[in-house]
T-cell receptor, first 112, second 115 residues
Framework: GENVEQHPSTLSVQEGDSAVIKCTYS??????FPWYKQELGKRPQLIID?????GEKKDQRIAVTLNKTAKHFSLHITETQPEDSAVYFC???????????FGTGTRLKVLA | DAGVTQSPTHLIKTRGQHVTLRCSPI?????VSWYQQVLGQGPQFIFQ???????GRGNFPDRFSARQFPNYSSELNVNALLLGDSALYLC??????????????FGSGTRLTVV
């Protein structure tokens, strides 16, 4: 069935360093890939998304890259700050379906 | 802008009981989706409704049901509660995620504990 694998499950970086989280999806028809940030006890919030007709998208310190051939997409956070500490989830949606398949999450800790 | 509102925020129920969770989408959004998030895992799709019709159903037992009202608010019902139903239940609002996708806006969730 449809599946999204996410790695790593935990990631610790020093403040100011970069963080990269990777996801692989199984359905080659998937065409929309959002990333959500969830702070402890709070709701998931959309931070960036990418569609299958685009290879890369940036928004200030955050970027997402997509490799359709490899069925792989990644979240890149540069110049990390303590407030970036949270759990990050990737997701994939296939055309004609109405659900997102979420990854298992990455707990990012930014050490001051 | 009110955002997505869910009620109640926390709930404790006993095994075998029934529960109703409620969600009001962002004004103008016609689609509501429900997700279950077990501690330490990603959200799992339960249902999506658009214009009061069910558009999708995840791999959940028939004990789970939902509906959407004319004002686009929604209810999620779970019968015969099991301990394993303990989770954060998230409601997501969107314009119409079936149309090439728009990002969901999630509510803050209902934390259900079954004892």
């Amino acid at each position: 069935g449809e599946n999204v694998e996410q790695h790593p499950s935990t990631l610790s970086v020093q403040e100011g360093d970069s963080a990269v989280i990777k996801c692989t999806y199984s359905d080659s028809a998937s065409n929309y890939f959002p990333w959500y940030k969830q702070e402890l006890g709070k709701r998931p919030q959309l931070i960036i998304d990418i569609r299958s007709n685009v290879g890369e998208k940036k928004d200030q310190r955050i970027a997402v890259t997509l490799n359709k051939t490899a069925k792989h997409f990644s979240l890149h956070i540069t110049e990390t700050q303590p407030e970036d500490s949270a759990v990050y989830f990737c997701a994939a949606q296939s055309p004609g379906t109405y659900k997102y398949i979420f990854g298992t999450g990455t707990r990012l800790k930014v050490l001051a | 802008d009110a955002g997505v509102t869910q009620s109640p925020t926390h709930l404790i129920k006993t095994r075998g009981q029934h529960v109703t969770l409620r969600c009001s989408p962002i004004s103008g959004h016609k689609s509501v989706s429900w997700y279950q998030q077990v501690l330490g895992q990603g959200p799992q799709f339960i249902f999506q409704y658009y214009e009061k019709e069910e558009r999708g159903r995840g791999n959940f037992p028939d004990r789970f049901s939902a509906r959407q009202f004319p004002n686009y608010s929604s209810e999620l019902n779970v019968n015969a509660l099991l301990l394993g139903d303990s989770a954060l239940y998230l409601c997501a609002s969107s314009l119409d995620p079936g149309q090439g996708a728009y990002g969901y806006t999630f509510g803050s969730g209902t934390r259900l504990t079954v004892v």
